[in-house]
């Protein structure tokens, strides 16, 4: 029972900022989004999350919708090193237990 | 070093047997999480602990279990062991509650590759 949907993969030339959308039509008023993402069986690393407003950090910037129902996290120059799988997850409330779903296959090109 | 430790890194056994994975969570972590992840496959969820308490269970097999210990530490158990249970095992853990936000961020250890001939 997935609760967010994201293509299965996406390609972004190196430098430029790539786009991740995420769809989270179910998700509650109390629920973050969270976006992790793992580089070849490393373990999962966490990028950013957020609950209303639009967030950035060192690595990404999250986009919310106003009616929170879609996200996308931006990378702003992505390199050869961001290849990965990205994850976008939905969780909180009394739902603490973080559910990863197929991800998006990232594949930066030079 | 995310402050997660998990071992043994890696683990190689026989079909029918029974292994243990251990996992250190991050200093002041309560929270403990374990998930499975199959060859090319995403991560499963199998089970959450927090302070010593099972908080939420994904889909674990019988054949599996997992508990908390008063330090932290987790161990998880995988018995009768077959060949479909060869995959990374991943700890994560988290504060969980303890941050003002009420989110809850997780922190992943590198993986315990376990195969099982």
């Known amino acids: 029972d997935a609760k967010t949907t994201q293509p299965t993969s996406m390609d972004c030339a190196e430098g430029r900022a790539a786009n991740l959308p995420c769809n989270h039509s179910?998700?509650?008023?109390?629920?973050?989004v969270y976006w992790y993402r793992q580089i070849h069986s490393q373990g999962p690393q966490y990028i950013i999350h957020?609950?209303?407003n639009n967030e950035t950090n060192e690595m990404a910037s999250l986009i919310i919708t106003e009616d929170r129902k879609s996200s996308t996290l931006i990378l702003p120059h992505a390199t050869l090193r961001d290849t990965a799988v990205y994850y976008c997850?939905?969780?909180?409330?009394?739902?603490?237990?973080?559910?990863f779903g197929a991800g998006t296959r990232l594949t930066v090109k030079p | 070093d995310s402050g997660v430790t998990q071992t043994p890194k890696h683990l190689i056994t026989a079909t029918g047997q029974r292994v243990t994975l251990r996992c250190s969570p991050r200093?002041?972590?309560?929270?403990v999480y374990w998930y499975q992840q199959s060859l090319d496959q995403g991560l499963q969820f199998l089970i959450q602990?927090?302070?010593?308490?099972?908080?939420a269970k994904g889909n674990i097999l019988e054949r599996f279990s997992a508990q908390q210990f008063p330090d932290l530490h987790s161990e998880l158990n995988l018995s009768s062991l077959e060949l479909g249970d060869s995959a990374l095992y991943f700890c994560?853990?988290?504060?969980?509650?303890?941050?003002?936000?009420?989110?809850?961020?997780?922190?992943f250890g590198a993986g315990s590759r376990l195969t099982v001939l």
């Open positions: 994560a853990s988290s504060v969980e509650g303890g941050g003002i936000s009420g989110a809850n961020v997780l922190t």
């Open positions: 179910t998700i509650s008023g109390n629920e973050y």
């Open positions: 957020g609950l209303k």
């Open positions: 997850i939905v969780c909180g409330g009394n739902n603490n237990d973080m559910r």
């Open positions: 200093s002041g972590d309560l929270s």
């Open positions: 602990y927090y302070n010593g308490e099972e908080r």
